[in-house]
C-alpha cells in the first residue's frame, strides 16, 4: 500500500492487505498469526484516525475493515498423573530443575519471577515477587514488575515448603563441598608453583 496516497486508501486495499499478511507477511515470507495482523489493524486505525484529525481524511477507512478474527484456543490442562511424572523424572535427575518446576506449579508464580527468586525473598509460608528475570538481546538482566500489582507475595502450600527446605539444604551441601575442592586445588596450586 505504499505507493497509495493517503487519500486514495480504501477499505478494499485494508482487506487486501491482511489477505496478504495472513498468507505471506513475515519478512522470510511465511504467514502471519491473526493476533499480529490484528495488532497492525490497531495501529493503521490510530495512525489514519489521526489523519482524520489533522484534516488529511474525511473518514477512516480502517473503521470499515474488521480485524482478523483469533481463535480461542483451548488450553490442555494436564492431568495430576503426568505432573507427578514429571515432578518425579526431574527429582531423578535435576533437583534445581524440580524445584522451580514444583514451586510454579504450587504458587502459579511466572518464570521470570521464578529465576529472579533470592533465598531472603523465600519464607516458610510465602514467597516475596520484587523483581523478574528476562532475556534480551544483550543477555539476562533483573527488571521490576510492571505494575504494584505484580510486587506481590505469594502463599506457599506445606508440600511446596518442603521441597524448598530440601533443595536449599541441597544447594549449601553442594557450596560447602566446592569449598572444600577450592581449598584443595589452592593448596595444590601452591606446591606446584611454589
Same mark, same amino acid.
Given at each position: 500500500?505504499?505507493?497509495? $496516497? ?27 498469526? $491473526? ?25 477512516? $477507512? ?6 482478523? *478474527? ?31 518446576? &514444583? ?31 528476562? +532475556?534480551? *538481546?544483550?543477555?539476562?538482566? &533483573? ?8 510486587? *506481590? ?18 544447594? +549449601? ?7 572444600? &575442592? ?9 606446591? +606446584?608453583?611454589?
Amino acid at each position: 500500500m505504499g505507493h497509495l $496516497p493517503i487519500q486514495k486508501v480504501k477499505a478494499a486495499h485494508l482487506q487486501e492487505l491482511y489477505g496478504a499478511l495472513l498468507k505471506a507477511g513475515s519478512a522470510e515470507g511465511k504467514p502471519l498469526a $491473526p493476533r499480529t495482523v490484528g495488532h497492525v489493524h490497531r495501529l493503521l486505525r490510530r495512525a489514519l484516525g489521526h489523519a482524520v484529525t489533522w484534516g488529511i481524511l474525511s473518514t477512516n $477507512p480502517v473503521a470499515a475493515v474488521s480485524a482478523p *478474527r483469533v481463535s480461542d484456543a483451548e488450553i490442555e490442562i494436564v492431568s495430576d498423573a503426568e505432573i507427578r511424572r514429571v515432578l518425579d523424572h526431574l527429582r531423578d535427575r535435576d533437583l534445581q530443575l524440580h524445584t522451580i518446576a &514444583f514451586l510454579a506449579l504450587g504458587t502459579g508464580t511466572r518464570r521470570g519471577e521464578l529465576l529472579a527468586l533470592r533465598w531472603r525473598d523465600v519464607g516458610d509460608e510465602k514467597i516475596k515477587v520484587e523483581r523478574s528475570l528476562e +532475556q534480551t *538481546r544483550s543477555g539476562l538482566r &533483573f527488571k521490576s514488575p510492571k505494575t504494584k500489582r505484580s510486587r *506481590r507475595s505469594v502463599s506457599i502450600p506445606t508440600e511446596v515448603s518442603g521441597e524448598l527446605r530440601a533443595y536449599k539444604m541441597a544447594q +549449601q551441601e553442594y557450596r560447602l563441598s566446592i569449598g572444600r &575442592f577450592s581449598l584443595h586445588a589452592t593448596r595444590w596450586l601452591t606446591i +606446584q608453583t611454589g
